[in-house]
């Protein structure tokens, strides 16, 4: 068995990393395989450097010749199989195997929303086999273009996990810097500026220097500067002479005071002490470009509403700005400025993306009609607790919610309290064991395993 890979271009995207992949894990014993490509790309280097043989075949105005060319290819390297990504490539495939007996496969990876309808109701009528990356995909064009239920199949993209596992991140991750108050009685301090140890007073210059000799540097007790004490004490005169003290100069009304607060200042110097305890900022993100069908403005208004509830957070957007829907982005953009959500962080399009994941402490993601969802599989894979909306792709990859947290669509609300819940219980499901599962039947070597039994199989 010998495959032929007809691919468009060799530049960067979806199914190009996904061919990629295959060509470096392909190992002898599962099949043999060549590649012809009509444009190069920034990914040519990567796939010639590959033990698959690529032959660089361009298209001309005279399609004939370019079909006459590709059909000597396929004769001469004896090819059993042609399988393409795109209904173009399967129909030269289809021109140039005609007559020949070699199978045409075809994989499609999205929707045909704005593509050649009448293309796609021609060519996967005439295929071999069709391809399709998820159950909901299939199912989808079943139905639309009345197709034979049995040769229609299921496919999941695969992915290397031991190249993503070696990123590193290229840029640290921006943060927003917040200064969490805690408030002693009614004097307000920033953690940044409390003393090492709570009762070591801070140095006074003062005009009166026995002031200073009369703090107490006892643990738990409240430093005071004269002129700054508590409203709810009352007018206190600033002479001492005139005000009855005990032994260590302190006033009655101010020995009341700190003796109600011991406990919640005692309960404050523990917090600096022990960093394990202290409130987390928690990062946060969501993977993918501002296209059509990736529905960032939901996470967004989720996040104004974890805002409110106090919870601290940094959010990174990751994805790039696209020019055919520039809106999506500005809207997105505009909604954070608008409700002051300096925590969110757009950083564009990243190359450390499964670095970025490793840093997480959840994922959160949107959809509108995804057909897979790459980034919540490597997210799962990356042992990251991820909240996805239920979409029934999203059903699918996730083993119905087993794997993630499925919220109601366009529900910020609902995506709000079953996040609640996981802060509550960070060990409702255990992720490092989901991550095993999910690498074992996302990976690119049992997607190769699953290629392999579908082009053993016969009518």
Same mark, same amino acid.
């Given at each position: 068995?010998?495959?032929?890979?007809?691919?468009?271009?060799?530049n960067?995207?979806g199914?190009?990393?996904?061919?990629?992949?295959?060509?470096?894990?392909?190992? $002898?014993?599962?099949?043999?395989?060549?590649g012809? !490509?009509?444009?190069?790309g920034?990914? #040519?280097?990567?796939?010639l450097?590959?033990?698959? $043989?690529?032959?660089?075949?361009?298209?001309?105005?005279?399609k004939?010749r370019? +079909?006459?060319?590709?059909?000597?290819?396929?004769?001469?390297?004896?090819?059993?199989?042609v399988h393409?990504?795109?209904?173009?490539?399967?129909? !030269?495939?289809?021109?140039?195997?005609?007559?020949?007996? +070699?199978?045409?496969?075809?994989?499609?990876?999205?929707?045909?929303?704005s593509?050649?309808?009448?293309l796609?109701?021609?060519?996967l =009528?005439r295929?071999?086999?069709?391809?399709?990356?998820?159950?909901? /995909?299939?199912?989808?064009?079943?139905?639309? !273009?009345?197709?034979?239920?049995?040769?229609?199949?299921?496919?999941?993209?695969?992915?290397?996990?031991d190249? +993503?596992e *070696?990123?590193s991140?290229?840029? $640290?991750?921006?943060?927003?810097?917040?200064?969490?108050? +805690?408030?002693?009685g009614?004097?307000? &301090?920033s953690?940044g500026n409390?003393?090492?140890?709570?009762? &070591?007073?801070?140095?006074?210059?003062g005009?009166?220097?026995?002031?200073?000799? @009369?703090?107490?540097?006892?643990v738990?007790?409240?430093p005071r500067?004269?002129?700054?004490?508590?409203?709810?004490?009352? =007018?206190?005169?600033t002479?001492?002479?005139?005000?009855?003290?005990?032994?260590?100069g302190?006033?009655?009304d #101010?020995?009341?005071?700190?003796k109600?607060k011991?406990? @919640?200042v005692?309960?404050?110097?523990?917090y600096?002490?022990d960093?394990n305890?202290?409130?987390?900022?928690?990062?946060l993100a969501?993977?993918g470009?501002?296209?059509?069908?990736r529905?960032?403005?939901t996470?967004?208004r989720?996040?104004?509403?974890?805002?409110?509830?106090?919870i601290a957070?940094?959010f990174?957007?990751?994805?790039?700005? *696209?020019?055919?829907?520039?809106?999506?982005?500005?809207?997105c953009?505009a909604?954070?400025?608008?409700?002051?959500l300096?925590e969110?962080?757009?950083?564009g399009s990243r190359?450390?993306?499964?670095?970025?994941?490793?840093?997480?402490?959840?994922?959160?993601y949107?959809t #509108?009609h995804? &057909?897979?969802?790459i980034?919540?599989?490597?997210a799962?894979?990356s042992?990251v607790p991820?909240? /996805?909306?239920?979409?029934?792709v999203?059903?699918? /990859?996730?083993?119905?919610?087993?794997?993630?947290?499925?919220y109601?669509?366009?529900?910020?609300?609902d995506?709000l309290?079953?996040?609640i819940?996981?802060l509550q219980?960070?060990?409702?499901?255990k992720?490092?064991?989901?991550?095993?599962?999910?690498?074992?039947k996302?990976?690119?070597?049992?997607?190769i395993?699953?290629?392999?039994?579908?082009?053993?199989?016969?009518?």
């Amino acid at each position: 068995m010998r495959v032929a890979y007809l691919l468009g271009s060799l530049n960067r995207g979806g199914t190009e990393t996904l061919m990629l992949d295959v060509c470096e894990n392909l190992q $002898p014993t599962d099949f043999e395989a060549i590649g012809v !490509y009509r444009k190069s790309g920034v990914l #040519e280097k990567n796939f010639l450097a590959t033990q698959i $043989p690529f032959y660089y075949l361009p298209t001309t105005k005279n399609k004939v010749r370019y +079909i006459w060319k590709l059909r000597q290819l396929l004769l001469k390297h004896k090819v059993t199989i042609v399988h393409s990504h795109q209904p173009l490539d399967a129909l !030269y495939g289809y021109l140039a195997c005609w007559g020949t007996g +070699i199978k045409l496969f075809l994989t499609l990876h999205g929707f045909d929303f704005s593509a050649s309808q009448k293309l796609h109701s021609f060519i996967l =009528k005439r295929t071999y086999r069709n391809i399709f990356v998820s159950e909901y /995909v299939r199912k989808y064009y079943i139905r639309k !273009y009345k197709l034979d239920e049995k040769r229609q199949l299921v496919v999941y993209n695969g992915i290397n996990f031991d190249k +993503i596992e *070696n990123v590193s991140l290229s840029n $640290p991750l921006p943060t927003t810097i917040k200064r969490e108050k +805690i408030t002693v009685g009614k004097v307000a &301090t920033s953690i940044g500026n409390v003393p090492k140890a709570i009762g &070591t007073p801070p140095r006074v210059v003062g005009k009166d220097p026995k002031a200073i000799g @009369s703090i107490p540097k006892v643990v738990g007790e409240v430093p005071r500067a004269i002129g700054t004490m508590p409203k709810d004490v009352g =007018k206190v005169s600033t002479d001492r002479k005139t005000v009855p003290t005990d032994k260590m100069g302190l006033l009655q009304d #101010e020995k009341d005071f700190i003796k109600d607060k011991k406990e @919640s200042v005692q309960a404050e110097k523990e917090y600096l002490q022990d960093k394990n305890n202290r409130p987390k900022t928690l990062k946060l993100a969501m993977v993918g470009n501002f296209v059509l069908g990736r529905e960032q403005k939901t996470v967004c208004r989720f996040l104004k509403l974890l805002k409110d509830r106090g919870i601290a957070f940094d959010f990174y957007f990751v994805g790039k700005k *696209n020019e055919a829907t520039p809106y999506l982005y500005d809207d997105c953009v505009a909604f954070c400025k608008e409700n002051k959500l300096e925590e969110v962080h757009f950083l564009g399009s990243r190359n450390d993306v499964p670095a970025i994941l490793r840093e997480l402490d959840a994922f959160i993601y949107s959809t #509108e009609h995804d &057909t897979f969802g790459i980034a919540v599989v490597e997210a799962i894979a990356s042992s990251v607790p991820v909240f /996805v909306n239920d979409w029934e792709v999203m059903k699918e /990859v996730t083993e119905q919610g087993k794997w993630a947290t499925l919220y109601k669509t366009k529900d910020e609300n609902d995506l709000l309290e079953k996040f609640i819940v996981f802060l509550q219980n960070k060990t409702t499901k255990k992720w490092q064991e989901i991550s095993c599962l999910a690498k074992k039947k996302y990976s690119i070597q049992q997607h190769i395993i699953n290629l392999k039994k579908n082009y053993n199989e016969n009518d």
